[in-house]
């Protein structure tokens, strides 16, 4: 079954504590993005990936990293929280006219 | 001014009607053209992939893109209260899902 993992689901966390939401798909799909999705504003490109080290930024990347070493997964990286990046975060795994979403991390920084 | 409007809703059409769903952009270099359906508490999930102008059919769900216009369209028929959900329509300058950018989504609610 083609699928998209995120964890953790639901975070609670402080200003500044380094956090890592991770990503993984089961399809080797080359393309996985990272977005954010806000009331009002939709949903927002954080990061996306072409493959294996490479990477290139979206609309919002200022505050976040990723990584993707290995084709399967594609963590997001928090080096120091702050509340404006409280939001529901959603990875996709992608390969041409297909396109899986994961269940979301609602993250939540106070 | 965003690059892409999407009226929010809510829609609320009865059960059986045909649904029309809009967005319209401003960038004229998008090429590719998308639209999801979010149901609540849950990941966005693809209906439809189209490149360029012209329209797809997929059952239901009819996709139609006006280039010159800026305007695309989702065409729901027979709709059913399982459609009910947000539907988002998306688009990009490049295949493969590269910089994307999202409308804020329509509410849809189907009334049995």
């Known amino acids: 079954e083609a699928q998209v993992t995120q964890n953790p689901r639901y975070l609670i966390t402080v200003t500044g504590k380094k956090l890592t939401v991770t990503c993984s798909q089961n399809?080797?799909?080359?393309?996985m993005s990272w977005y954010r999705q806000d009331p009002g504003l939709g949903l927002r490109q954080i990061y996306y990936s072409m493959n294996v080290e490479v990477t290139d930024k979206g609309d919002v990347p200022e505050g976040y990293k990723v990584s993707r070493k290995e084709k399967r997964n594609f963590p997001l990286i928090l080096e120091s929280p702050s509340p404006n990046q409280t939001s529901l975060y959603f990875c996709?795994?992608?390969?041409?006219?297909?396109?899986?979403f994961g269940p979301g991390t609602r993250l939540t920084v106070l | 001014q965003k690059e892409v409007e999407q009226d929010p809703g809510p829609l609320s059409v009865p059960e059986g009607a045909i649904v029309s769903l809009n967005c319209t952009y401003s960038?004229?270099?998008?090429?590719?053209f998308m639209w999801y359906r979010q149901y609540s508490r849950k990941g966005p999930e693809l209906l439809m992939y189209t490149y360029s102008s012209g329209n797809k059919e997929d059952g239901r769900f009819t996709a139609q893109v006006d280039k010159s216009s800026k305007y695309i369209s989702l065409f729901i028929r027979d709709s059913q209260p399982s459609d009910s959900a947000t539907y988002l329509c998306a688009m990009s300058l490049s295949g493969g899902y590269q910089k994307v950018t999202f409308g804020t989504g329509t509410k849809l609610q189907v009334i049995p």
């Open positions: 399809m080797n799909h080359e393309y």
């Open positions: 996709a795994s992608t390969s041409l006219d297909t396109q899986y």
């Open positions: 960038n004229s270099a998008f090429q590719y």
